[in-house]
Structures are given as structure tokens and as C-alpha cells.
T-cell receptor, first 114, second 114 residues
Framework: AQSVTQPDIHITVSEGASLELRCNYSYGATPYLFWYVQSPGQGLQLLLK??????LVQGIKGFEAEFKRSQSSFNLRKPSVHWSDAAEYFC????????????FGTGTSLTVIP | DVKVTQSSRYLVKRTGEKVFLECVQDMDHENMFWYRQDPGLGLRLIYFSYDVKMKEKGDIPEGYSVSREKKERFSLILESASTNQTSMYLC?????????????FGEGSRLTVL
């Protein structure tokens, strides 16, 4: 069965520091991979997605992620965190069958300190 | 601007009441989804639909039903609300092809069952 693991429940970083959020997936074929962000009290917004091609993908708000097939990982990175980046981040994997089911990780909560 | 609209942001209901959560999308998407979000558990799929009048069970369908009479509208129904259904409910939609697809989310409906 497909699964997505985000091993870090909560991360705290200082404003201006770099950030890496981890995501590992379990899926037999080439996955479609996504990172979403959720601000408090809001729905989820897409940060970036990987379907094929270049394994380093750029997203909105200065985020990027790298697909590493050998490690079954799709880690999210940002070189310099801003206070407005404080939010919940979700990694997701999608399947190709009818209905296009998405499987989500349990999320990583990011706190940014001044 | 594309949009998924959930009719109620906050609801308070009593145990045993019938609850309707409505979701409308304006993107002519074939696929629509209902998720439940709980702290530490991430997003769990309740039901999804890939066409009018079609529905498929997700991972946690017990205690819920859905209705999709029109392409743009997907309703989640709690026939007899219970306290363990207190949660954030998120509606999402996507186009049929994953090659162009991503999930678009509504802002969520926070349900409290007393």
C-alpha cells in the first residue's frame, strides 16, 4: 500500500536560517509528488509538484524540492526562512488510477522564531 | 481565480443531528474529494467522486455518506453526528488527468459535535 512519511512532527528555525523538511514515500511506480502548505485556519495551497524530468523542482515562495528515487524521498528546502513561512506542511503522493487518489503525510508544523 | 467553496466555515451540532457539508467548485473538475483532518493524523480520505452520481469509499467512510448530483457540487452527509466526528473537513477537486492535475482545496469546515 502507498504511504507517505514525514518524520518530523514539529520543527523550529530562526528567521533567515535554512530549512529542510523531510518526506519519504512507499510506492512501486514513479510517483507524482506534491508539497502543500496550510496556514492556520485555511485550506491547503500547492507549493510545488514533481511529475517527471528534472528532479529538482522550484515552487512558489522560494521553496524547492528534490526527488531522489534511490532514497524514495522528496525533501522540501528553502535557503532563508521568513516569519510568514510558519505553517503546516504536507507531503503527498498521487496514484494514476481512476479518481487520482492522493496520499498525504501527517504533516510537519514549522515555527519561525525572530 | 479558481475556487473551491465550502458553505460553512464553522458548525456546532448536537449528537444525533444530521449534518450537511456542502462544497462547490468552479473549475469544471471531474474529481472531487472529502478529507478529514485531525492533529497528528494528517489528511484522511473519506469519500471521492470522479463523475456525477459516482462515489468511491476512501479510507474512513464509516459514519459518512456523500452526494454528487451535479458536476460542480459534492456534499458530505453525517447521518447521525457523533462526538468523534468533531474535526476539520476539507473539500478538494482535481482534473481527471494527473499530468496536469493537482488538488485544489477549500478553506475547510470546522465541525464541533457536542
Amino acid at each position: 500500500a502507498q504511504s507517505v512519511t514525514q518524520p518530523d512532527i514539529h520543527i523550529t528555525v530562526s528567521e533567515g536560517a535554512s530549512l529542510e523538511l523531510r518526506c519519504n514515500y512507499s510506492y512501486g511506480a514513479t510517483p507524482y509528488l506534491f508539497w502543500y502548505v496550510q496556514s492556520p485556519g485555511q485550506g491547503l495551497q500547492l507549493l510545488l509538484k514533481y511529475f517527471s524530468g528534472d528532479t529538482l523542482v522550484q515552487g512558489i515562495k522560494g521553496f524547492e524540492a528534490e526527488f531522489k528515487r534511490s532514497q524514495s524521498s522528496f525533501n522540501l528546502r528553502k535557503p532563508s526562512v521568513h516569519w510568514s513561512d510558519a505553517a503546516e506542511y504536507f507531503c503527498a503522493v498521487a496514484t494514476l488510477n481512476t479518481g487520482n487518489q492522493f496520499y498525504f503525510g501527517t504533516g510537519t508544523s514549522l515555527t519561525v522564531i525572530p | 481565480d479558481v475556487k473551491v467553496t465550502q458553505s460553512s466555515r464553522y458548525l456546532v451540532k448536537r449528537t444525533g443531528e444530521k449534518v450537511f457539508l456542502e462544497c462547490v467548485q468552479d473549475m469544471d473538475h471531474e474529481n472531487m474529494f472529502w478529507y478529514r483532518q485531525d492533529p497528528g493524523l494528517g489528511l484522511r480520505l473519506i469519500y471521492f467522486s470522479y463523475d456525477v452520481k459516482m462515489k468511491e469509499k476512501g479510507d474512513i467512510p464509516e459514519g459518512y455518506s456523500v452526494s454528487r448530483e451535479k458536476k460542480e457540487r459534492f456534499s458530505l452527509i453525517l447521518e447521525s453526528a457523533s462526538t468523534n466526528q468533531t474535526s476539520m473537513y476539507l473539500c478538494a477537486s482535481s482534473s481527471i488527468g494527473l499530468g496536469t492535475g493537482e488538488l485544489f482545496f477549500g478553506e475547510g469546515s470546522r465541525l464541533t459535535v457536542l
